[in-house]
């Protein structure tokens, strides 16, 4: 039986321990993080550079439990009455082959190669087109989607070149934030001894803003695989976190943690997974 690493659970205890030390107000917010910062960090297409990081431990996988860093720049560009929002997903994974939903890779790992890697997934990146005037209260994007095959092992991606529409829409009401982004991708060229990807994602999000940069949030990745032949081919997790908005020095910083169970998923999927963002930010 696969044994957990000591340093993988170190790594655990550190990165959420440094999200909660955070959210704990050891560090403290200052003025403008209540405000506008806050509502610029809810809008993932919001003119606002920044860098997450995002760890990510899925529990309870028939063949084991996985571990993903995702790495995920935001770069907006301003031109002319446009945002174009640049989002890209750079996953890290350690886990086994065939684990269904890894962040960042749209398909299933190749299960005919059993044991756990490391190493990096498949990279994501989107575009959104965003006008900088809208009329009425809804915030919109729409673009396009992309999926390189960059996995260094056949565990950890689907093999394939795969594209596809992005939209989300969102509303910024006093109390906070609520929206949805959703993403269709299908498999155009790659290896051809794997299997296409058809899939859709489908991400809700509502954040209720606190007092003193606090929030809480629920911010569900609900995914379709369309090549599942039988059994369920969504995968559907509920749950939630909490988040604080702060500042270390001059740098402006977002940190969260959270914890979903995966009320719908395919046979041998994770059960529930947990964890913590660490996100710098850079407003323009």
Known sequence: MYKFPEWRSRLTVAVLGLGLTSLGGLVQAQGEAGGDLRAATQNPISAM????????????????????????????VTVGDWNLVNRIIAP???????????????GIGDTSDSGRTFGLGDI??????NPLETKGKLIWGIGGSVTLPTATDDRLGS?????????????????????????????FAGDDDR?????????PFVNYNLNNGWYLISDSVITVDWKIDSGDKMTLPLGG????IFKIGDQAMNARVEAYSNVVK???????????????????
Do not use: C, H
Request: net charge neutral; glycine share 16%; hydrophobic share 40%.
């Open 49 to 76: 550079y920044s860098l997450p990081f995002k760890f990510t431990f899925d529990n309870g996988a028939d063949n084991g439990d996985a571990n993903v860093l995702n790495i995920q720049p935001v770069l907006p």
């Open 92 to 106: 890290l994974a350690d886990a086994p082959g065939g684990v269904p939903g890894l962040p960042g890779n749209p």
């Open 124 to 129: 994501n990146y989107s575009l959104f087109f």
């Open 159 to 187: 093999g394939k070149w795969s594209a596809g529409p992005t939209a989300v829409g969102l509303v910024q009401p006093s109390w906070g934030t609520y929206g949805m982004l959703v993403r269709q991708l299908w498999s």
């Open 195 to 203: 299997r296409g990807v058809n899939q859709s994602l489908i991400e």
């Open 241 to 244: 976190g909490v988040g604080k």
């Open 266 to 284: 395919p046979d041998g999927a994770p059960d529930w997974s947990i964890g913590g963002t660490i996100q710098f930010l850079f407003p323009r």
